[in-house]
C-alpha cells in the first residue's frame, strides 16, 4: 500500500481503460451467447478484444517511462532488486490465480498445485515487464528500438524455420507449441483450443515484449517533449506507420493474437499510439477531463484490480445456487428479460462496475496498491 504518486492523467486514463475492457471481454455471463467484437479472432485476423491485452502491455511501457529515471544513480543492484521482485511477485500472482480456488468441489479434493496452468496473462505481464526491464536499463534509446526489431523478426524467422513445413502458423504447425510441451507439459497449459495449446506460451512472449518497449519509448517522448501539438502529430505518425508495416507484413505473417504474431504486435502497438494521441489532445490539450475519473479509478490500482476480478469470478462460478452456479443464476436473471447476448454482456458490464466500485473504495481512502 502507498501514497499515490504523481500522475500523468491521459496515460492513467489509457491504462484504466484497458482494465476494465479486460475485465469485461474475460466476464461474459455466458461463452455461448457472445456478440463479435467481444471474442477473439479464431485464428489470424483482429477484433476489439483482441486489442486489450496488448494495450495493456504497452500501458506497462508507458508507466515504465516515468519510474526507470529514478534508477539512475542508485546503481544496477537497486535496479536488480526491485526488478526481480516486481516480476516474481506478478507472476506468483498469476499463477496463483490459475490454481484457485485450490479445491476441486465436483472432484471433492484438492488441486495439486503441480496441475495449475502455469502461463497466463499476469504471468506474460510479468515477464515482459521483467525482461523489458533490462533492456531498457542496459541500452540507449536507439540500442532499444534494435533490440525489439531484433525481437519481432527471430520470431518470425523460427515460426518459419522450425515449424510444419508449409504451415507454420498454425495451430497444429506452430513451433512454439512444441517447446511448450517440452518444458511446462500438456496439463499444465491451456486446453481452450481443445488441444494442449497456451496464447501465453514460453515462445510468444517474445514479440509481446516488444509491446512494453513501444510503450515505453512513447511515454517517455511524451516525459521529454511534454504535451503539445508537436508530440501528438508526431506519435500519430508513428502509430500509423506501425499499422501501414503490420499490414504490409500480413500476408507473409498473418495478424494473430493467440500466437502474438509481429504484425501482431505492430498493428496493437500502432492502434495503441493513435488512440494515446487522441486521449493526449483530449485531456491534456483540451482539458477536457469530466469523464475520466471513471477510467481512472482503474488505472491507479490496475493490477489489484485484475487479479481480485479473477478471484470474484472464479468465486461465482463456483458458488451453487440451485442447479446453476451462482455466475450462471445471474446471468438468467438478465436472460429473463433480454436476448442471451445482451444478458451476457450485461453480466459481464455489472461485474465491471462490481470491480470499479472495488477500486472507488481504494481511491477515496487513498489506498493504491503496488505491485
Known sequence: MTNQPARYLA??????????????????????????????????GLTPTDLVFPSFLFAVGNAMAFAMHKYTGQGSAIFWKKTLKRTALIFLIGYLLSWFPF???????????????????????????????????????????IVGAILLLAYWL?????????????????AGNALDKWLIGDPRLYHG???????????????????????FLAGDFIRRRGNSYETIAKLLLAGAALIAVALAWHPAFPINKKIWTSSFTLVTTGIALVVLSALVYIIELQARRGWTYFFEVFGKNPLFIYASAGVLITILYT?????????????????????EKLASLLFAISFMLLNWAIGYILDRNKIYIKV
Open 11 to 44: 496515460l492513467d486514463v489509457f491504462r484504466g481503460m484497458t482494465v476494465c475492457l479486460m475485465i469485461i471481454v474475460n466476464s461474459p455471463g455466458s461463452w455461448g451467447h457472445v456478440y463479435g467484437p467481444f471474442l477473439h479472432a479464431p485464428w489470424h
Open 103 to 145: 479445491y476441486d468441489f465436483g472432484q471433492g479434493a484438492f488441486i495439486s498445485p503441480a496441475d495449475a496452468r502455469i502461463p497466463g496473462v499476469l504471468q506474460r505481464i510479468a515477464l515482459c515487464y521483467g525482461i523489458a526491464s533490462i533492456i531498457i536499463y542496459y541500452t540507449s534509446r536507439r540500442t532499444t528500438v
Open 158 to 174: 523460427i515460426l518459419y524455420v522450425a515449424g510444419t513445413p508449409g504451415d507454420p502458423y498454425s495451430l497444429t504447425g506452430y
Open 193 to 215: 483450443e481443445g488441444v494442449a495449446f497456451d496464447p501465453e506460451g514460453i515462445l510468444s512472449t517474445l514479440p509481446a515484449i516488444v509491446n512494453v518497449i513501444i510503450g
Open 319 to 339: 458458488v451453487p445456487v440451485g442447479d446453476h452456479s451462482l455466475l450462471h443464476a445471474v446471468y438468467l436473471f438478465f436472460a429473463s428479460f433480454t436476448p
